[in-house]
């Protein structure tokens, strides 16, 4: 057996292992997400090639670096694209597979929405370094007591943030 | 453009060597010769689709399975965007002048090298073709961005798993190489 022989089997038990390798989320299947804090720290870090695009038509709470969506922009191959909705859902997905058709390929979508930004970065139930970069303030929840509604929660941290 | 571990004067080395690296395997592959390229268009000599789909072979289980393996991150990689119509255009441009010239850009660089005066025609003719096109870009402009099809996979296209994709092109290319040996004729 020479080296052509080998490299060929080699190739082959590549190729025979590929289609049981784990599929990663941008394989053309489902929309990957970010944490909110984990997009909190993109932005504080500056991260290159990052957009954040609101899906909104009413917002409350601001994102830092959020911009409007523009259905006729087209955003660069190698850009990060962050898509907001109210709950991580709905509009997100269908933006989501109309940026993916134009050819982003790192896009994803903020897990749980602008709620989730809410919950985690303004006001969270652990006091984090991240959170209070963005002028979060931790809930303070009494033994038993649950969350408050979103809808006050978000009307108590409007405003705050970059 | 986030360029990882290297850094922007680290990539621009990491270039250059994979440039040398590219052009001297080029050279042990004979396809500095303008002969034996076109041999490939009269499917006398198929030199040219071995070394470029074992090229491609190589590069597609290498990323494929460092993605796997959690080394490399696959979306991070720049996926040029699709426009039919300009694309074909080229295409078509580039496969006359090929055939003409008996070289392609990277052949060229390659026989030039080598002290072949062929070579050395066919990189001026193609520097002389970028410097028209760069100064005619602006009226080009309109055809280069027309029909967009923005960045196409063949699992997005085709609606299947990478791993499968993956796995037949592998057969694909061991099949035609298994069938190259047994019917080309030696020349």
Redesign the interface.
């Known amino acids: 057996m020479n080296v052509r022989h080998l490299l060929?089997l080699a190739?082959?038990f590549?190729?025979?292992l590929?289609?049981?390798?784990?599929?990663?989320a941008?394989?053309?299947?489902g929309p990957a997400l970010v944490a909110p804090l984990e997009l909190a720290g993109w932005i504080r870090d500056r991260r290159?090639?990052l957009r954040v695009v609101d899906l909104r038509s009413t917002i409350e709470v601001r994102l830092p670096r959020g911009e409007r969506f523009v259905p006729e922009e087209?955003f660069a191959?190698?850009s990060t694209v962050v898509l907001v909705s109210e709950d991580g859902a709905g509009e997100s997905q269908r933006i989501w597979a109309r940026l993916?058709?134009?050819?982003?390929?790192?896009l994803r979508i903020l897990e749980r929405g602008a709620e989730g930004w809410i919950d985690d970065v303004l006001s969270p139930t652990t006091p984090s370094e991240l959170s209070r970069y963005f002028g979060g303030v931790p809930r303070l929840l009494a033994p038993g007591e649950t969350a408050p509604p979103r809808k006050v929660r978000a009307a108590l941290v409007r405003g705050r943030g970059c | 453009m986030d360029l990882g571990w290297f850094g922007p004067d680290g990539a621009l080395l990491v270039a250059v060597a994979i440039g040398f690296a590219f052009g001297f395997a080029l050279e042990r592959a004979g396809l500095g010769s303008a002969r034996r390229l076109s041999g490939q268009f009269f499917l006398t000599n198929f030199a040219v689709f071995r070394v470029m789909f074992s090229a491609v072979v190589t590069a597609l289980l290498g990323a494929f399975w460092l993605s796997r393996l959690g080394l490399l991150d696959l979306p991070r990689l720049y996926l040029p965007e699709t426009f039919l119509a300009p694309q074909l255009a080229g295409g078509l441009i580039f496969g006359a002048g090929m055939v003409l010239a008996g070289l392609c850009p990277g052949t060229s660089c390659v026989a030039a090298a080598t002290g072949r005066a062929d070579g050395l025609f066919v990189m001026l003719g193609v520097l002389s073709g970028v410097l028209v096109a760069g100064l005619g870009f602006e009226r080009l402009r309109a055809f280069q961005e027309s029909t967009p099809r923005g960045a196409l996979t063949l699992p997005v296209l085709l609606g299947i798993p990478e791993g499968v994709v993956v796995a037949g092109v592998v057969a694909l290319a061991l099949l035609a190489f298994r069938f190259l040996d047994r019917f080309e004729r030696p020349s």
């Open positions: 060929a190739a082959a590549g190729g025979f590929a289609p049981f390798g784990r599929d990663q941008p394989a053309g299947t290159p090639g087209r191959p190698q993916r058709a134009q050819g982003v390929r790192d």
